[in-house]
């Protein structure tokens, strides 16, 4: 395949009108394809769908009465499935609502307004606070800190971590520097796994605020495309705690992925201080999460070895969609140095870089060709891009050969951005 710089200017031009004609015949064709977020698709939600059936169970293994009040901190039977995917004792785990989103939204304006163990005030209080975002990441963390006003740095996200060296020389100069959000296997959007080095690193590194915290939203722990292992990721509460800072990770999972996106099991894990004092403001906030959902839960995967058969059946769905994104782009893009894309091993989303400068007018030209995709820069904090070329890709939701066509859209627009880029 020709890389397309290597073209004179009207090799270049053919190039382009053969991009324009088949553009044109997809414009034509009507489609209108979601492709915005990760969703399960239906054949997933599918999966759990005995949560639904009649069930006369309403008495926890202890004997709680799960339709009434009480148990601010979960079921512990389900306590003990999370705190085995934490790898954490399951004293130091709090099993909360349908979602993780909204406990580390409630984590950080807890911290806001109350400060956090080890801390000397509410990080409200301090003229500036600031988090670290790697990216390309998740649009959502950054949503929280935009919303609250926390100041966010951009962090190049590597395949085994964010860039470590500039974490640790910024957190060890700045106290501002309060927090950093981590999506540690299969990150989204790039499908990275953090190292063993980066893990330990994150967990020994020296930071210049005492009441710094890490993040850690292991979104995608369960969630393999393959059968073979692609190695355990190490545990951050294990590395801390080796370390003597126990206090500094935060780690959340949810079963939204797992069972069902709205209605699934959100829950956190920290040290035994961190654990009393969100305990503490729970205590004013509820009075206790939905256990029947939790024991529903509970009676469908039973331990975590069952969810580990459950996200099997997951993988089978999943595997042909994300594998035609890659056949679909090797065929259409490979050879051409226009773009590149990651080729992960799990989570949700695949990573697209085109050429810098294109990635808008790419959403936009697929966008009116009837494939929506993110807004460009959604990874990154501010929604800015700093070089335009980075699209998330969320090949879940729609059935295998929509995932084709649809890629085959992109790809032809990804192609046609390009050769006007390169004549301009």
Request: net charge neutral.
């Amino acid at each position: 395949m020709t890389e397309l710089r290597s073209l004179s200017r009207p090799g270049l031009s053919d190039v382009g009108r053969q991009f324009e004609q088949r553009y044109a015949a997809f414009q034509a064709r009507g489609a209108n394809l979601d492709m915005t977020r990760g969703k399960p698709s239906a054949e997933q939600l599918d999966l759990a769908n005995q949560l639904l059936g009649p069930s006369a169970a309403f008495q926890a293994q202890d004997g709680t009465d799960v339709r009434n009040y009480g148990g601010l901190d979960g079921l512990p039977e389900l306590k003990q499935i999370f705190a085995a995917l934490f790898e954490v004792p399951a004293a130091q785990v709090i099993v909360g609502g349908n979602s993780s989103l909204q406990i580390m939204h409630d984590t950080v304006v807890r911290a806001l307004t109350h400060g956090v163990p080890g801390g000397k005030a509410p990080w409200g209080r301090e003229p500036k606070v600031r988090f670290l975002c790697p990216s390309p990441g998740y649009d959502r963390h950054f949503a929280i800190c935009e919303h609250f006003g926390i100041e966010m740095i951009g962090v190049e996200m590597r395949q085994d971590g964010p860039d470590l060296e500039r974490v640790e020389a910024l957190v060890q100069a700045d106290a501002t520097i309060k927090g950093i959000w981590c999506v540690p296997k299969y990150s989204n959007p790039t499908g990275a796994v953090y190292s063993d080095s980066a893990v330990e690193r994150l967990a020994r590194m020296p930071t210049a605020a005492p009441d710094f915290r890490i993040f850690w939203d292991n979104a995608y722990a369960v969630h393999d495309l393959y059968p073979e292992a692609t190695g355990q990721l190490k545990s951050i509460w294990a590395a801390c705690e080796s370390a003597g800072n126990e206090n500094r990770p935060l780690l959340f999972a949810s079963t939204s992925k797992i069972s069902f996106a709205g209605a699934g099991i959100g829950a956190m894990a920290a040290s035994p201080a961190n654990v009393a004092d969100a305990k503490r403001h729970l205590a004013i906030q509820t009075i206790g999460p939905d256990k029947l959902n939790q024991l529903r839960h509970v009676a469908l995967y039973k331990d975590l070895a069952g969810i580990l058969r459950h996200m099997a059946q997951h993988a089978a769905i999943l595997r042909p969609k994300f594998e035609a994104v890659s056949q679909i782009f090797e065929q259409e893009l490979g050879g051409k140095g226009i773009a590149s894309w990651t080729r992960p091993r799990g989570g949700y989303f695949i990573s697209l870089d085109t050429l810098d400068g294109c990635a808008k007018e790419v959403i936009s030209l697929a966008g009116a060709a009837g494939v929506k995709l993110t807004a460009a820069g959604a990874t990154f904090p501010y929604g800015k891009d700093p070089r335009d070329r980075n699209i998330r890709i969320a090949p879940s939701l729609p059935p295998l050969e929509q995932i084709r066509v649809a890629m085959e859209v992109v790809a032809v627009c990804v192609g046609l951005a390009s050769v006007r880029k390169l004549l301009a």
